[in-house]
Nanobody, 120 residues
Framework: QVHLVESGGGLVQPGGSLRLSCAASESIGSSNTMGWYRQAPGKERELVAAMTGGGAANYAQSVKGRFTVSRDNAKNTVYLQMNSLKPEDTAVYYC??????????????WGQGTQVTVSS
């Protein structure tokens, strides 16, 4: 199965920036969607941003204009650049990917999560 590993979370002050990375354990090609969800304590998990292998992106309304999702298909990696962070962005951020991998097998995988805390 495809394993996803996130990195880049941490503590940042309001207005600051963080860049999250998520790397797949194997070649997954471009016939898939990779993106980010987040879950704050007591709240349901929500989609933040996602991008297809062809570069089409979707964002939650709450992060449009502040967050940017990108990916490097050669590195099997998706990124989330988070700018102008707000306390309400505090959550565990999970990488997610689904589709068909580089050898034609379907997959649906989640990372372990990385904590993002926005606080002064």
């Amino acid at each position: 199965q495809v394993h996803l590993v996130e990195s880049g979370g941490g503590l940042v002050q309001p207005g600051g920036s963080l860049r999250l990375s998520c790397a797949a354990s194997e070649s997954i090609g471009s016939s898939n969607t990779m993106g980010w969800y987040r879950q704050a304590p007591g709240k349901e998990r929500e989609l933040v941003a996602a991008m297809t292998g062809g570069g089409a992106a979707n964002y939650a309304q709450s992060v449009k204009g502040r967050f940017t999702v990108s990916r490097d298909n050669a590195k099997n990696t998706v990124y989330l650049q988070m700018n102008s962070l707000k306390p309400e962005d505090t959550a565990v951020y999970y990488c997610h990917a689904y589709g068909v991998n580089g050898v034609g097998l379907g997959f649906n995988s989640w990372g372990q999560g990385t904590q993002v805390t926005v606080s002064s």
